[in-house]
């Protein structure tokens, strides 16, 4: 191999929730190195979430992780040089890979959204992964149609 394996990041789990995974999701949605910020945005749409819920007897961690997990893509495209013409080639994304372009998904998707403060945006990008519907959702199946129309060059990833 040319490149020597990248360490694996080690995150610390979140004061609240005691979870890993908290703590990556705030470290993607915290600017200019605000965390406390982004703590309290993702706590708020927690809570926002708890309102939300009716007869959902999942708690709202549980049901932030299950909205993750319906907008992680299984397969990416990637473009590639052929000939004179480049082609976009599928490729399975690693499991490490698919969290991070599924928090990239959900936060940039709930950024876009119309309600007034980021935590009610982000709660309902939230609540709309985990019914799979809304904008991130809908752009992870387009991912997987750009891959499966791309299927016959899957022969080509070394």
């Known amino acids: 191999m040319r490149k020597a394996k990248k360490k694996e990041k080690i995150y610390f789990p979140d004061p609240k929730f005691h979870d890993p995974l908290v703590t990556r999701f705030v470290n993607h ?25 009716e007869k959902e007897e999942k708690s709202s961690l549980e049901i932030w ?19 004179g013409s480049n082609i976009q080639i599928p490729i399975p ?11 990239k998904l959900l936060i940039s998707c709930a950024s876009i959204r119309n309600e007034k403060t980021m935590s009610k945006k982000l709660a309902y990008e939230i609540w709309d992964a985990f019914n799979e519907q809304g904008e991130a959702v809908k752009r992870k199946e387009n991912i997987h149609k750009m891959a499966e129309a791309n299927k016959a060059f899957s022969h080509f990833r070394f």
């Open 93 to 103: 994304i690693s499991s490490n890979s698919r969290i991070t372009k599924a928090i």
């Open 29 to 53: 949605l915290m600017k200019n190195g605000k965390k406390s910020i982004a703590y309290n945005i993702f706590y708020n749409a927690m809570k926002r979430i708890d309102v939300i819920k």
């Open 65 to 83: 992780k299950e909205g993750l997990k319906n907008v992680m893509p299984h397969v990416e495209v990637r473009s590639r040089r052929m000939g």
